[in-house]
């Protein structure tokens, strides 16, 4: 994708997860955006994208849930996704669509449009692959300074063997984050599964899985963790069974704060793990705006 114009315009699928229980994501997400000078329309009438347990249950429903999005989706205006796991099923569907001629057919009897092969889905890491960083804002070059991070991925943006060919984007956080000021960590557990939706089904498993992520960013001595996942975010915070624990943020909450925009109290307070005394000790907490 070409670098990121003011003025662009881009459909915006949120997902569950950013409409309901990461809607501090969602907000930092569209202040960053209206930053850079992109306008996000959110596309009206939205419905889950298939993920959770509806695609390992019943994956042809799945499938019909991510084709109603597309459907709704405007020609000539590509769809922005910032859930790593809304953006695996849609791309999938997508895919599905471009190589069988059968579900172009059922597509277009459902819900009555020809299948759009010239929507680009893009997540919205791809926004920021471009150049974007305190480079091209050397206002704030060390408005991060100081702040030690673990980078945390997940594991849905590696993508399953249908879509290897396609852009991971692991790097990114720490690429532009340390543009910044921030320092990046290496650690061991960038990409580990949070456990996901088995959080609700089976959250006796899940423990040991966070408690290893969590403390692996201990061991590094990170300050926090960054995630680019709502539903790991989620994770991380109500799974954790260990003493000490970490202030989880998403990604797009520190770009605020990097992009002189603060970190908005409405969004503090809705994390588990309280992240106003690292704010504090950062000096990062006079950038706290209200709202």
Known sequence: MAAVVEGMEFSYFPGCSLATSAKENNRSLFKVCQKLGVNLVELEDWNCCGSSSTHSIN????FHFACRNLSLAPAGRPLLVA???????????????????????????????????????????????NGFGAGSNP????????????????CMLTRPPAMRHEKQYHGLMEKILG????????????????????????PAVVTPMVNQIIQGAVDVKADCIITA???????????????????????????????GMG???S????????PLPLLKAKGFLEKTAAG
């Open 83 to 129: 859930c790593p796991s809304c953006m695996l099923r849609l791309r999938q569907a997508q895919l599905h669509l471009q190589e069988d001629a059968e579900a172009r057919r059922v597509y277009e009897r459902m819900w009555g449009r020809p299948v759009d092969s010239n929507l680009t889905i893009i997540h919205f890491f791809e926004l920021l692959d």
């Open 59 to 62: 994956s042809e429903l799945a």
């Open 139 to 154: 206002d704030f070059q060390a408005s991060l300074k100081g702040l030690r991070f673990a980078p945390y991925y997940g």
């Open 229 to 259: 996942c709502a539903m790991c975010h989620l994770n991380l915070e109500i799974r954790c069974s260990l003493k000490t624990q970490l202030p989880i943020f998403h990604f797009s909450e520190i770009l605020s704060v990097a992009l």
């Open 263 to 265: 970190i908005r109290k």
């Open 179 to 202: 543009s910044f000021g921030a320092e990046p960590l290496v650690w061991g557990h960038p990409s580990r599964c949070c456990g996901t939706f088995l959080s609700v089904a089976k």
């Open 267 to 274: 969004w503090l307070k809705r994390h588990l793990v309280d």
